[in-house]
Antibody, heavy 119, light 107 residues
Framework: EMQLVESGGGLVHPGESLRLSCAAS????????MHWVRHAPGKGLVWVSR????????VYADSVKGRFTISRDDTKNTLYLQMNSLRAEDTAVYYC????????????WGKGTTVTVSS | AIQMTQSPSPLSASVGDRVTITCRAS??????LSWYQQKPGKAPRLLIY???SLQSGVPSRFSGSGSGTDFSLSISSLQPEDFATYYC?????????FGGGTKVEIK
């Protein structure tokens, strides 16, 4: 069974850092582009970042550019999101998402990990 | 960034109704659009990709159509498990953008 399991969320103060991890199982992570998507309380879904297969190319939403870094370790079948200089508006559930092959879009989602930024 | 505008929201309907949700892009996106269903406290689930292709395992009562700027998701006969929030997503260009969501509520 294909599965993504996020971890690393928690409660932090503004300006602090967190690193989210996403462990993939049931498929070969290296073949796939991967995304992070977040869902703030009472709001809609927001795309955060994408990394291509084999880690060669990354892109970010303007709201996180320069503060967040997406990376992957295909030897560990794990995706990461390093989040620095966290703000209250970064509070959300963060989902790790697989981008399907070909035209198929975000076809496998993790259950999410909650990040709360509050003083 | 491409803006995605969904309507209506919310949408009140009864079991057995045919419902249609629309999504309009601020510029042409070809058929680079997908639809997702999300229930409270759960991760989103892919329903439709490439505007009209049904994802494996998704019931055939779901269908998608459209291209360019105007798209729609239809549910032919609403079932109790279909009450949820639905989002469109464009992946034509970065940043990827979701619509604001359409909550399908019980009338």
């Amino acid at each position: 069974e294909m599965q993504l399991v996020e971890s690393g969320g928690g409660l932090v103060h503004p300006g602090e850092s967190l690193r989210l991890s996403c462990a993939a199982s049931g498929f070969t992570l290296s073949r796939y582009w991967m995304h992070w998507v977040r869902h703030a309380p009472g709001k809609g879904l927001v795309w955060v970042s994408r990394i291509k297969s084999y880690g060669s190319d990354t892109v970010y939403a303007d709201s996180v550019k320069g503060r967040f870094t997406i990376s992957r370790d295909d030897t560990k079948n794990t995706l990461y999101l390093q989040m620095n200089s966290l703000r209250a508006e970064d509070t959300a559930v963060y989902y790790c998402v697989r981008d399907g092959l070909g035209q198929v879009d975000m076809d496998v989602w993790g259950k999410g990990t909650t990040v709360t930024v509050s003083s | 960034a491409i803006q995605m505008t969904q309507s209506p929201s919310p949408l009140s309907a009864s079991v057995g109704d045919r419902v249609t949700i629309t999504c309009r892009a601020s510029q042409g996106i070809g058929n680079d659009l997908s639809w997702y269903q999300q229930k409270p406290g759960k991760a989103p689930r892919l329903l439709i990709y490439a505007a009209s292709s049904l994802q494996s395992g998704v019931p055939s009562r779901f269908s998608g159509s459209g291209s360019g700027t105007d798209f729609s998701l239809s549910i032919s006969s609403l079932q109790p498990e279909d009450f949820a929030t639905y989002y469109c997503l464009q992946d034509y260009s970065y940043p990827l953008t979701f619509g604001g969501g359409t909550k399908v509520e019980i009338k």
